[in-house]
């Protein structure tokens, strides 16, 4: 009889659950699954309520106030969604019981996302009830992992431990607000201790012993990640030239679009060219530094998405200072935080720091140089330097046999 027969009671409990054990760091073939694929585009909602509100503050003259909500919902987002992602580097057995708990923090992430306009009005209610459900979801994953994998037990059970008491200081920061014992600059103080008490979890969980997780899975990830953050600016470019096409069509919006494309075309082609896989599969004790320094790259994205959104809508108009800086802020942070989240592990990279450092200086210095001519010049400006930094990369020497693609070929 067939092993997966139906007939077969021992066969069908089999393929319905699997043991969850460590899976091996040099597990060939390894890459993002379906499931985590499908989990992602609950972030894309996500990150598109965030990006969304952050643009509207902009236009609308409030950018220091949407500033704090923005970066605090967008840690929730990043936390939770990189916590899931090596987790199930280490552990993904994509039986039912994973599959549910899967399903279940897409639901956490889905009501997150309605709670973002409401978060950046100071009510964190439904943002801390969707980051509840993502975290039960996660503990309850990490307690199946310490019951089925006798080697990772303790650290597994200190992932759940951790996990769950930052959560329940999450839900008594949240009860505190309620009753106003804390307020204003008290709930930022707090919200900042959490974040470190969140970033030691990991540290302290795999101190015993760490969790087996597959280099060039991860890269590849994270990688993903950054292809849907550069698609929510797409997706604002798109929104602001919707909204201001009832006006007509005119050249400057066409020239901020085009601009706004290649330069995130430019940023993306940066990204790919750091050989992260390489780079984490020789120093896998860099990896915190590596991973804890996305918040930064995958932040500086997203409020990307916002500025672009603000210089289309700006299109046409001399205020090329503001609205210029509403896309080089976030540009240049991009290009520091490049260098800076990838040097621990890739401390030869290609694309060197001087490439990076000084296109960040260029990106600054647009806006003051296009001031006058408009957005669609200072975006074309932005995009140009980003454009310079590929070519000069690209056309560096290289002992590699295919450049660029210390990535991950499977």
């Not at 585009?41 to 236009?59: D, K, N, P, R």
């Not at 030691?200 to 101190?207: D, G, N, Q």
């Not at 993903?224 to 919006?253: C, K, N, P, Q």
Request: charged share 15%.
């Amino acid at each position: 009889m067939d092993a997966m027969s139906p007939t077969d009671p021992t066969s069908l409990v089999d393929s319905v659950r699997i043991r969850m054990t460590g899976r091996a760091v040099d597990e060939a073939h390894r890459q993002a699954t379906q499931l985590e694929l499908l989990f992602d585009l609950t972030f894309v909602v996500a990150v598109a309520a965030v990006v969304a509100q952050l643009g509207h503050g902009v236009v609308d003259g409030h950018a220091v106030d949407s500033v704090g909500p923005f970066l605090q919902v967008f840690f929730a987002i990043w936390w939770a969604w990189m916590n899931f992602t090596w987790f199930a580097s280490s552990y993904d057995t994509d039986d039912v019981p994973y599959r549910l708990l899967a399903l279940l923090q897409m639901g956490g992430v889905l009501v997150l996302a309605a709670g973002v306009p409401a978060a950046f009005a100071g009510d964190y209610r439904a943002v801390t009830l969707g980051y509840l459900v993502m975290r039960v979801g996660l503990v309850v994953l990490w307690l199946r992992a310490a019951r089925e994998d006798p080697q990772g037990r303790r650290t597994a059970r200190r992932y759940a431990a951790g996990v769950s008491a930052t959560e329940v200081a999450w839900l008594l920061r949240l009860l505190l607000a309620e009753l106003g014992v804390l307020s204003g600059s008290a709930l930022v103080v707090v919200f900042a201790a959490l974040v470190v008490a969140e970033l030691a979890v990991p540290v302290w969980a795999e101190r015993s012993r760490g969790t087996s997780w597959h280099p060039h899975h991860i890269a590849e990830r994270y990688a993903l990640f950054t292809i849907i953050l550069l698609g929510e600016s797409v997706l604002a470019v798109s929104t602001g030239i919707a909204d201001v096409l009832a006006s007509g069509l005119r050249w400057s919006l066409v020239v901020v679009a085009g601009s706004g494309l290649v330069l995130l075309f430019a940023l993306w082609w940066l990204y790919e060219l750091e050989p992260s896989a390489d780079g984490l599969s020789t120093r896998r004790g860099r990896s915190f530094l590596w991973g804890y320094g996305h918040y930064g790259v995958f932040a500086a994205l997203a409020a990307l998405g916002a500025g672009l959104e603000v210089a289309v809508r700006r299109a046409g108009t001399p205020d090329g200072l503001g609205a210029g800086y509403a896309v080089a802020v976030p540009a240049a942070v991009f290009l520091v935080l490049l260098w800076v989240s990838h040097s621990p592990v890739v401390p030869r990279s290609r694309v060197r720091p001087s490439t990076l450092l000084g296109a960040a200086v260029l990106v600054l210095l647009a806006p003051v140089a296009g001031a006058g001519a408009g957005p669609g010049v200072v975006v074309g400006l932005i995009a140009t330097v980003a454009v310079a930094a590929v070519a000069v990369t690209v056309a560096r020497p290289t002992g590699r046999s295919a450049p660029g693609r210390g990535r991950a070929r499977y």
